[in-house]
């Protein structure tokens, strides 16, 4: 019962934020500096041409008709159409969510798929020469910028040893194998850092976990000390690695954004760039009110998960 | 939260002074912070060449003995603007993060202080700005009032004010359960008064850790906004922005793709080092890491 | 460490086979790589030059066309008569002409399209283009005249702009999509943000084209251009970014590297109309200052023509006016002076995105620096140096490369941005207008270079290089650009 009005409070804060956000999302874009219309038809555009595009682009209607009308749309699907493409905004978005969803899925599980066992093997061999390095070279792979990671990876693998494309994305419809391999280097650039923060909390929180009365229980049991950190030691430790994974989200956005421009993939973060560059305003507040939501929907579901797991968090939000 | 245990009264500077000289990353941190500032600093007064004389004759060498990182595309000298670079981006992450602390501690403690519905508002907004993603919000700020070092240290320093206040807000919660903070209460001080004095020496500790850590983000952040062009601008050497350009050039000028690299990664390994080391130092239950 | 290995095996082993797919089929396409993406695919709708870069002579034609050597040749108009006073232009149709969607192409058309390009609510980029125009009749099926008020000598030209795209009612409304044109290529798909696919189309009524397939792909970062050449995901680049790569290309047996000449002369753009700008000797010292050979070699690393006036070097009618203001600061630093400023004084300088104007920028402002001119570099993108600096002349200096073809007549305008205003100048335009003898034409176009020279109107610093690289193989693609085009229908692989 508490599970549930406590979700309910947790929706109704993420919806009210939610809007909020497409209120200031919109105030912002409209304060762009440059005229849509204009870029669209150039220097030697004429006064009467540019007032009939203009026209035909709904942009001179007022403030709030405009606003309602788009958050309307949005709430059942309808982002509007591009200034510049003149092609449904939800159509754009979900073309290039299908290179962006796939490299943030692949960075997130390479990281993890690192992450994991080096905070493990990194707790498990505390203070040893396995810890040392390890955190060394997490402390390495926190203070690399992914953009500079970025370019060496194309130096290295597709200039010099020419394993890879440089960049581009082969699209899925030439095959699963090309898709990914466009995705490789950029998802890898990705995920050394997030990988890095990542293992350290697992190690962390591991050695806190190590340290607790029941783990010692376990140990006098007769358990192995191998089966007694991954039934019991990984298992509890997951709960702080699974918020950062959620906060990481964001990050990985953040990080998309640059790491699409530098391989010039053809997903979301790209798209805000040329959005900027065009003025294309209506793609750009879809997209960034879309970003939000996400981040705001995986806050919950970690939230959520979060409580599941351990009941104490139910009580921290009802003091 | 193991972050807000406050074990046992504060230590004297004496204490933390012997501590500091035993911890291996405060040292390396402290030495290689050092070495950055000091080269920021120095280039102040000198550098081997000057980094707004144009040279296009001598451009694209390699390093040697004049230059000793080479130049670059417009026969400028890497190492003279690798220096200069330094204090672009240490000025762009200070005023980050004093952005944020100014703003974001005064908010969090308030808000534990009064805890009411303002206090509420204010954590409430503190997580909806947590919900930008802070690159994405920068790049709309800097494409709105165009893209200047001044923006990029009021953009990044926006996306301070949440961390500083959360933590606050979570450090002064902590403290008021404290004994010490109650008895200062029946002793009748106003809890203004109770928050200046007692909690915020208090908060002192944890907000330098934070402060070191989200210096090195700035300046992370900060060369990420300069490779997009957004930061730091011409002539003004930065760290990102010769990365940007190093890249038509690396397949024949590699060095130029380097050693801006390199530099970022030394002055924030060594921000961070010094971090954890000032944890270690400040709070030895939480020597074992992030 | 075993996991590791096969990974890697796998990933060689797939990138070989993402590798062979290109090149099995590349007999009878090709990719090509362009910078900007197209807004969309409608040129009677937008200036973007992407758009005329997929679309000009590919998939929309007009009456005449422009060739590779800037001459006006016939397309869909097989021929034409104009009248003794130049007002009146009778143009015959080709036969059997058919759009890509099967519908028939007639004089109907021309009138629709030529009327929908200069009508009240038409959005037509290049709307100036049509204002002589006074009707647009179809005689027969395939007969069209067209009546001047007044007369226009470059109708003919004219007319063979993109933006004079001939396209049917039927489909018009739909081109920015779904282009339907009679072109030899017809649209098969457009991956926004990736690339744009052409196909030979089948019903074509002139010479079929031998390409089959044409792929656009859109690279618009210069370091990721230079890979995809030299992964070969691309065949070639028309117009390639980044011309410090170019040196490597040449090193390079695979391809080849042709630079050949724009239209388009690049200016330090002075706002004559704002002090100190106003005053000749201000803008003379800067010419002075400028080291138009270092700009050249460090912002385009040494493609590019120094220009001493608002004209293409490749135009026969060009003057030679590089030597009026050789690099001297000495000079510049005596006209300053002479102007009121022996200190010097500060200025801005609005860069927009074009490497050459941001890295011409900074090699300006430390040229103007050496004579005590301080200027604050102001980097922008295209929709605030529209709204700024074009629109609303809210600047002191700024770098643009003037695109448009024979466009020197700008300076005689009532307003435009550089806010210049010569009598003289004015009237050697109205003269030249009034000329249709060419010898006499070119006398007073090398008049009207000269007086913006002596005004020192802008700095004028380089024509524009095109900076071609594409495989050693392909034949047929433009050497020059004389309109913004990727003319394909001359390109075949050799063996």
Known sequence: MITFIFFLRRIAFSFVTLIVASIVIFAIIQILPGDPAQLILGMNAQEDTLAALREQMGLNAPFYSRYFEWILGVMVGDFGTSYTYSVPVSELILERLWVSLPLAVMALSLSTLIAIPAGVIAASKHNKLPDVSIMGFTQLGIAIPNFWFAMLLVLVFAIKLQWMPAGGFAGWDVGIGAGILSLALPAIALALPQASILARIMRSALLDVLAEDYMRTARAKGLTERMTLWRHGVRNAFIPVLTILGLQFSFLIAGTIIIENIFYLPGLGRLIFQAIAQRDLIVLQGLVLLLVAAVIFINLLVDAAYAMVDPRIKRAYHE | MSEFDFQGERETWGDLGQKALKNRSFF????????????????????????????????????????????????????????????????????????????????????????????????????????????????????????????????????????????????????????????????????????????????????????????????????????????????????????????????????LAIFPGIAIVFAVLGLNLLGDGLRDIFDPKLRRGR | MKLSKFALRGATALAMLAMAVPALAANNSVTLGMVLEPTHLDPTAGAAAAIDEVVYANLYEGLTRIDSKGVVQPALAKSWTVSGDGLTYTFMLEDGVKFHDGTDFNAEDVVFSLNRARGEDSVNAQKALFKAIDTVVAVDASTVKITLSPSNGSMLFNLGWGDAGLVAPESADGNKADPVGTGPFKFVKWVKGDRIELAKSAAYWGDVVVLDKATFKIISDPAAAFAAMMAGDVDGFPNFPAPENLDQFRADPRFSVVVGSTEGETILS???????????????????????????????????????????????????????????????????????????????????????????????????????????????????????????????????????????????????????????????????????????????????????????????????????VWNAKLKGLWENSPVQANDLTGVSWSE
């Not at chain 2, 080479?70 to 005023?95: K, P, Y």
């Not at chain 3, 385009?300 to 009618?317: E, K, L, R, V, Y």
């Not at chain 3, 890295?359 to 004579?371: N, Y």
């Open chain 3, 270 to 468: 002075i706002n004559n109309a704002k002090a100190p700008f106003n005053n000749v000797k201000v803008r003379q010292a800067i010419s002075y200052a400028i080291n138009r050979q270092s700009i050249i070699d460090g912002a385009m690393f040494g493609n590019g023509t120094p220009i001493g006036s608002h004209f293409a070097p490749h135009h026969p009618a060009y003057v030679d006016l590089t030597g009026a203001y050789a690099y001297n600061p000495e000079k510049a630093r005596a006209l300053l002076a002479e102007a009121g400023f022996p200190d010097g004084f500060d200025a801005e300088i609005k860069l927009p995105p074009p490497s050459y104007a941001r890295r011409g920028g900074e090699i300006i402002a430390a040229d103007l620096k050496k004579v005590g001119i301080n200027l604050k570099i102001i980097p922008v993108e295209w929709g605030p140096w529209v709204k700024d600096v074009f629109t609303e002349t809210n600047y002191d200096l700024t770098i643009v490369s003037h695109t448009e073809p024979q466009d020197i007549g700008i300076y005689a305008r009532e307003k435009y941005y550089f806010n210049y205003k010569s009598d003289a100048f004015k009237g050697v335009m109205d003269k030249l207008n009034k000329t249709t003898d060419t010898d006499g034409r070119y006398k007073l176009l090398g008049e009207a270079q000269q007086i913006l020279s002596d005004d020192a109107v802008n700095g004028f610093l380089f024509q524009l290089a095109k900076t071609g």
């Open chain 2, 28 to 255: 390396i941190g402290a030495l290689i912070t050092g070495t950055v500032l000091f080269m920021a600093l120095l280039s102040f007064f000198w550098t081997p060449f000057d980094v707004t004389e144009l040279d296009i004759g001598n451009k694209l060498h390699w390093p040697d003995t004049t230059n000793w990182l080479g130049t670059d595309h417009f026969g400028r000298d890497v190492f003279s603007m690798l220096m200069v670079g330094a204090r672009n981006s240490i000025a762009v992450a200070i005023v980050a993060v004093s952005i944020g602390m100014a703003i974001g501690v005064p908010l969090g403690a308030a808000a534990a202080a009064s805890r009411s519905w303002g206090s509420n508002l204010i954590m409430r907004t503190n997580d909806f700005i947590f919900a930008f993603p802070s690159l994405l919000l920068a790049v709309l700020f800097t494409a709105i009032f165009g893209p200047s070092a001044i923006n990029a240290m009021i953009a990044i320093g926006i996306f301070n004010i949440p961390v500083f206040a959360r933590l606050a807000h979570g450090g002064s919660l902590a403290l008021w359960q404290r004994e010490f903070i109650l008895s200062a209460q029946t002793s009748g001080k106003s809890r203004v008064r109770i928050t200046i004095e007692h909690i915020m020496p208090n908060l002192l500790n944890i907000l330098i850790v934070q402060g070191t850590i989200q210096f090195s983000l700035g300046i992370l952040i900060e060369a990420g906004l300069s490779y997009l062009g957004l930061g730091t601008q011409p002539p003004d050497p930065s760290w990102g922005k010769m990365l940007s350009e190093a890249q038509t050039m690396m397949y024949f000028a590699s060095y």
